[in-house]
């Protein structure tokens, strides 16, 4: 173990523990920022929500001077308490006494408004029609989204349960069961209420003919990949953009690229598919084709990079046509000049850094608006390779092309002897460098089930280096800590869609159980 605060001239990332927020179940917690003194933070639950700006949202139990505890959805930088258990939530059209039963994982924007999933409890409410969608947008006020057993913007049917949530600018989207057992995915803003997107059961344009809706893929918590693709951003220039994806009764997919005009709040783009199965994989490559004739047929985690500026995707394309077969059938698509989609990478070519090894297969990928380009996870395959070291994460440098980050089985900086197992995390912030968290090979290097995860990150100058591992010890309070458990790692893929931990320069706030029990939310700046 070492302290961690000693890192950084190596060029190292600094993690520094935020001591205006630690949490413990003895009343030793940090003050909250904005309530009376005495008033302490007990727990952290879920996952935290951080802005482009550093500002986080997160729930959590707070403990009054009495040693009575609530739970509390905490917002901004330091946090502060917008709505707890006792908050009486009558100003948002709810019966008077109407109080807050639960909070899921909060989403926060770049103004520091925030959405979210909850529980309601009060009279009259049960476990059919307490569950609702709640938000502060656009001027800080809490409102009420939507509710179990209210109708849906068609008339048709009732809200039967919302799903997942996203937030960007002053656009919310929501992805919810109607009690006719369709699924729709739904948008609010504070102009038009709610607006249906796109729901199963209705038909969309989809390459030159109209295909029926089967299922939503988009905005599934449980489904997400752990990529945390971004499907629904704001762009510099104010507007929102919503990516959905589907797959129609024919067993096709397809992918919806809309958007919402704050300036006029208007929905556009939902009525037909930007790609879909036999769409051209070169169609929107302008001079830069490289894989003619061939066709694009499924696709994987399609999202823009941070901003809003660049789009990507990973594509699967028919086989038999354009010289395309079983082994090179896969290919990621990025607009690294905005609209233009081009194959940046394709299945059967040279895997970098692997000694001429080759690309198999494509999962998630991450686009960025920075030096960094992509990021994506792959399979690779040729002699030697197998299931302990076949998967891999590499990046595409705006310089120095692609190049390998990490690869299961090799060595973890930090950590001399180790191996890595698994990736658990990873992201591309938006002018930032690739970072992803990762589970360890135990029994090797000295790795046992107590320092077997850890989180790693490139800094400025394409170096891989350790931020915070479990084992590592942290001065915190005034007291060396051990790390017990990296909870953002646990955490993020069960909490909502967009939740992420970084901001737009790649810096981030992670939660953290120490094994004394205590929780702090530490700061990561990366060189």
Same mark, same amino acid.
């Given at each position: 173990?070492? =302290?961690?605060?000693?890192?950084?001239?190596?060029?190292?990332?600094?993690?520094?523990?935020?001591?205006?927020?630690?949490?413990?179940?003895?009343?030793?917690?940090?003050?909250?920022?904005?309530?009376?003194?005495?008033?302490?933070?007990?727990?952290?639950?879920?996952?935290?929500?951080?802005?482009?700006?550093?500002?986080?949202?997160?729930?959590?139990?707070?403990?009054?001077?009495?040693?009575?505890?609530?739970?509390?959805?905490?917002?901004?930088?330091?946090?502060?308490?917008?709505?707890?258990?006792?908050?009486?939530?009558?100003?948002?059209?709810?019966?008077?006494?109407?109080?807050?039963?639960?909070?899921?994982?909060?989403?926060?924007?770049?103004?520091?408004?925030?959405?979210?999933?909850?529980?309601?409890?009060?009279?009259?409410?049960?476990?059919?029609?307490?569950?609702?969608?709640?938000?502060?947008?656009?001027?800080?006020?809490?409102?009420?989204?939507?509710?179990?057993?209210?109708?849906?913007?068609?008339?048709?049917?009732?809200?039967?349960?919302?799903?997942?949530?996203?937030?960007?600018?002053?656009?919310?989207?929501?992805?919810?069961?109607?009690?006719?057992?369709?699924?729709?995915?739904?948008?609010?803003?504070?102009?038009?209420?709610?607006?249906?997107?796109?729901?199963?059961? =209705?038909?969309?344009?989809?390459?030159?003919?109209?295909?029926?809706?089967?299922?939503?893929?988009?905005?599934?918590?449980?489904?997400?990949?752990?990529?945390?693709?971004?499907?629904?951003?704001?762009?510099?220039?104010?507007?929102?953009?919503?990516?959905?994806?589907?797959?129609?009764?024919?067993?096709?997919?397809?992918?919806?690229?809309?958007?919402?005009?704050?300036?006029?709040?208007?929905?556009?783009?939902?009525?037909?598919?930007?790609?879909?199965?036999?769409?051209?994989?070169?169609?929107?490559?302008?001079?830069?084709?490289?894989?003619?004739?061939?066709?694009?047929?499924?696709?994987?985690?399609?999202?823009?990079?941070?901003?809003?500026?660049?789009?990507?995707?990973?594509?699967?394309?028919?086989?038999?046509?354009?010289?395309?077969?079983?082994?090179?059938?896969?290919?990621?698509?990025?607009?690294?000049?905005?609209?233009?989609?081009?194959?940046?990478?394709?299945?059967?070519?040279?895997?970098?850094?692997?000694?001429?090894?080759?690309?198999?297969?494509?999962?998630?990928?991450?686009?960025?608006?920075? =030096?960094?380009?992509?990021?994506?996870?792959?399979?690779?395959?040729?002699?030697?390779?197998?299931?302990?070291?076949?998967?891999?994460?590499?990046?595409?440098?705006?310089?120095?092309?692609?190049?390998?980050?990490?690869?299961?089985?090799?060595?973890?900086?930090?950590?001399?002897?180790?191996?890595?197992?698994?990736?658990?995390?990873?992201?591309?912030?938006?002018?930032?460098?690739?970072?992803?968290?990762?589970?360890?090979?135990?029994?090797?290097?000295?790795?046992?089930?107590?320092?077997?995860?850890?989180?790693?990150?490139?800094?400025?100058?394409?170096?891989?280096?350790?931020?915070?591992?479990?084992?590592?010890?942290?001065?915190?309070?005034?007291?060396?800590?051990?790390?017990?458990?990296?909870?953002?790692?646990?955490?993020?893929?069960?909490?909502?869609?967009?939740?992420?931990?970084?901001?737009? =320069?790649?810096?981030?706030?992670?939660?953290?159980?120490?094994?004394?029990?205590?929780?702090?939310?530490?700061?990561?700046?990366?060189?």
């Amino acid at each position: 173990p070492f =302290d961690i605060e000693l890192l950084g001239s190596d060029g190292s990332p600094e993690v520094t523990p935020d001591d205006g927020a630690l949490a413990k179940s003895d009343g030793t917690g940090s003050q909250v920022d904005g309530e009376p003194v005495g008033t302490t933070y007990y727990g952290f639950n879920g996952a935290q929500a951080v802005n482009e700006a550093g500002e986080v949202a997160g729930t959590a139990i707070i403990r009054d001077s009495g040693g009575g505890l609530s739970h509390a959805l905490v917002v901004g930088n330091p946090p502060q308490v917008l709505v707890s258990s006792t908050t009486d939530l009558s100003g948002t059209g709810l019966p008077v006494g109407t109080t807050p039963l639960n909070f899921r994982d909060p989403l926060i924007n770049s103004d520091g408004h925030v959405a979210y999933i909850g529980d309601i409890q009060g009279a009259g409410f049960g476990s059919f029609n307490r569950r609702c969608i709640f938000t502060n947008v656009p001027d800080g006020v809490l409102k009420l989204v939507m509710r179990q057993t209210a109708p849906d913007p068609t008339g048709a049917a009732n809200f039967k349960n919302p799903l997942a949530v996203s937030l960007a600018g002053q656009s919310v989207i929501f992805l919810a069961q109607t009690d006719d057992n369709q699924t729709g995915i739904y948008a609010w803003d504070n102009v038009n209420g709610v607006t249906l997107l796109a729901r199963t059961g =209705d038909s969309v344009l989809a390459g030159g003919g109209n295909k029926t809706i089967l299922q939503i893929i988009g905005l599934q918590t449980n489904a997400a990949s752990s990529g945390q693709s971004e499907e629904h951003v704001k762009t510099a220039g104010d507007d929102v953009r919503i990516n959905v994806m589907l797959k129609f009764t024919d067993a096709t997919q397809g992918v919806l690229k809309g958007g919402f005009n704050q300036a006029t709040s208007t929905y556009s783009g939902f009525a037909s598919t930007y790609v879909e199965n036999g769409r051209l994989a070169d169609a929107y490559a302008g001079a830069n084709a490289v894989i003619p004739n061939a066709r694009m047929r499924s696709f994987v985690s399609p999202g823009w990079d941070q901003g809003g500026t660049y789009y990507g995707l990973v594509s699967y394309m028919l086989a038999n046509i354009g010289g395309v077969n079983s082994y090179s059938d896969c290919g990621v698509f990025v607009d690294l000049n905005p609209g233009e989609l081009v194959m940046q990478v394709r299945e059967g070519e040279a895997a970098p850094g692997t000694g001429g090894l080759v690309f198999k297969d494509f999962y998630d990928v991450m686009v960025g608006a920075g =030096d960094w380009e992509f990021l994506v996870k792959a399979d690779i395959r040729g002699a030697g390779v197998t299931g302990n070291d076949n998967e891999g994460l590499w990046a595409k440098h705006a310089t120095n092309g692609l190049q390998l980050v990490a690869r299961e089985g090799a060595e973890p900086p930090g950590v001399t002897g180790g191996q890595f197992r698994l990736f658990l995390k990873y992201a591309l912030p938006g002018n930032g460098s690739p970072f992803f968290g990762a589970t360890l090979v135990t029994g090797v290097g000295g790795v046992t089930a107590a320092n077997d995860a850890g989180m790693w990150a490139m800094n400025s100058a394409g170096e891989l280096k350790k931020v915070i591992q479990e084992g590592d010890v942290i001065n915190v309070g005034g007291l060396d800590r051990t790390v017990q458990t990296i909870l953002s790692l646990e955490n993020n893929s069960s909490g909502a869609i967009g939740s992420r931990i970084y901001t737009s =320069d790649g810096s981030m706030k992670l939660l953290v159980k120490f094994t004394d029990g205590l929780q702090a939310m530490v700061d990561v700046a990366v060189p």
